[in-house]
T-cell receptor, first 115, second 114 residues
């Protein structure tokens, strides 16, 4: 079946460090891939997305490229800030063949950024 | 544009009771999904409704049920509560059509079962 695996956290970085959070997936067909972010006490919000192979999603300095050959969608940011401290979720959405789509999420990676 | 609104935000129940959670989607969104978030299991899909019809369902027991009204507002109900039902319940809406895959989440309803 379809699944998403992302690196375990927590990840602790100093401000201005480079960030990579790994995400790999297993899916049949052609899923869309997403990164969501959850700040303390809040729901998830979309960070970026990619809908087909080789697409690059980007937002707020974060980037991720849909790599079909390695079934990966790693999240990167060149210089993190304290305000980036949150939990990051990798997700994929696929056609459930029920007239709708299903989204499944990775376990989440908590990021702490120190000043 | 108002976001997804979930009520109540916090609630405490005892084992055996039942609970109803409410979700008002973004105006114009016709699809509403529900997720259970726990530290041990992460985000697990409960069900999805589109135009008052349940289109998809996750692997939860029949104690978990939901419905969607003609104005797209949705409710989920958990009967005969168990300690393990303590979780953050998140509602997400999407336009439904055209399909974008993007989900817009509310802040959640945090349920504690004692």
């Amino acid at each position: 079946g379809n699944s998403v695996t992302q690196m375990e956290g927590p990840v602790t970085l100093s401000e201005e460090a480079f960030l990579t959070i790994n995400c790999t997936y297993t899916a049949t067909g052609y899923p869309s891939l997403f990164w969501y972010v959850q700040y303390p006490g809040e729901g998830l919000q979309l960070l970026l997305k990619a809908t087909k192979a080789d697409d690059k999603g980007s937002n707020k300095g974060f980037e991720a490229t849909y790599r079909k050959e390695t079934t990966s969608f790693h999240l990167e940011k060149g210089s993190v800030q304290v305000s980036d401290s949150a939990v990051y979720f990798c997700a994929l959405t696929y056609d459930a063949n029920t007239g709708g789509f299903k989204t499944i999420f990775g376990a989440g990676t908590r990021l702490f950024v120190k000043a | 544009k108002a976001g997804v609104t979930q009520t109540p935000r916090y609630l405490i129940k005892t084992r055996g009771q039942q609970v109803t959670l409410s979700c008002s989607p973004i105006s114009g969104h016709r699809s509403v999904s529900w997720y259970q978030q726990t530290p041990g299991q992460g985000l697990q899909f409960l069900f999805e409704y589109f135009s008052e019809t349940q289109r998809n369902k996750g692997n939860f027991p029949g104690r978990f049920s939901g419905r969607q009204f003609s104005n797209s507002r949705s409710e989920m109900n958990v009967s005969t509560l168990e300690l393990g039902d303590s979780a953050l319940y998140l509602c997400a809406s999407s336009p439904g059509l055209p399909y974008t895959g993007e989900l817009f989440f509310g802040e959640g309803s945090r349920l504690t079962v004692l």
